[in-house]
């Protein structure tokens, strides 16, 4: 079993920067790929961004250069700085972890936390 915590989210304005981290424990961090996926209310989840065990990275077609994922092994932690935020990524941000399955589908990820509330103002 893999636990993962998220913090970060928060209340901002259009433009603003929030930068969320996730926290994994229970499997060797290293050995984990990292994504983030979101859900807006009355919407599917959908991708956000992934981090591979080799530091390869994958976003989502909206994030469009605003948002940079990376990890920290040290810390078994997994960050996503989200820049120029918009109203429309209000949203609950989660992270999630598989041991290889693959980056960008939410079917390959085993692992879920609990989400962190975003919330973008006009």
């Known amino acids: 079993q893999v636990q993962l915590v998220e913090s970060g989210g928060g209340l901002v304005q259009t433009g603003d920067s929030l930068r969320l981290s996730c926290v994994a424990s229970?499997?060797?961090?290293?050995?984990?790929?990292m994504g983030w996926f979101r859900q807006a209310p009355g919407k599917e989840r959908e991708f956000v961004s992934a981090?591979?065990?080799?530091?390869?990275?994958y976003y989502g077609d909206f994030v469009r250069g605003r948002f940079s994922v990376s990890r920290d092994n040290a810390k078994n932690t997994v960050h996503l700085q989200m820049n120029s935020l918009k109203p429309e990524d209000t949203a609950t941000y989660y992270c999630?972890?598989?041991?290889?399955?693959?980056?960008?589908?939410?079917?390959?990820?085993?692992?879920w936390g609990q989400g962190t509330q975003v919330t973008v103002s006009s």
């Open positions: 981090i591979s065990f080799g530091n390869a990275k």
């Open positions: 229970g499997r060797p961090f290293d050995r984990l790929i």
């Open positions: 999630a972890a598989n041991d290889g399955n693959g980056a960008t589908r939410e079917e390959y990820y085993e692992f």
